[in-house]
């Protein structure tokens, strides 16, 4: 069974950084997209950024020039690098992974999320 398990959430400052990691299970090129979305309490959950298996990273207009994602193969873990955040960057902060197979329907992971709290 396939695990994503996020960490490196928690508190920080307006204008400071923090790493979230999402941890696999399984060799993370075994996906053929790997993602980061946010949710944020009465609100859908938003993509942040994905990544396909082959190609480059895109991102949502909110995270170009602050956020960048990198890929630990060895760690098979999947990185969000989170840079001069702000009060709404605060949300929880999921990882997603699909898989997909000829004449099946799509595999879509998720991991349980990690809070990320900004303070002004």
């Known amino acids: 069974q396939v695990q994503l398990v996020e960490s490196g959430g928690g508190l920080v400052q307006a204008g400071g950084a923090l790493i979230l990691s999402c941890t696999s299970s399984?060799?993370?090129?075994?996906?053929?997209?790997m993602a980061w979305y946010r949710q944020t309490p009465g609100n859908q959950r938003e993509l942040v950024g994905l990544w396909p298996r082959r190609g480059s990273s895109t991102k949502a207009d909110f995270a170009k020039g602050r956020f960048v994602m990198s890929k630990d193969l060895n760690q098979n873990s999947l990185r969000l690098h989170m840079l001069h955040v702000t009060p709404e960057d605060t949300a929880v902060y999921y990882c997603n992974a699909i898989k997909r197979r000829p004449m099946t329907p799509e595999e879509a992971y998720w991991g349980r999320g990690t809070q990320v709290t900004v303070t002004s």
């Open positions: 399984l060799n993370i090129d075994s996906f053929d997209i």
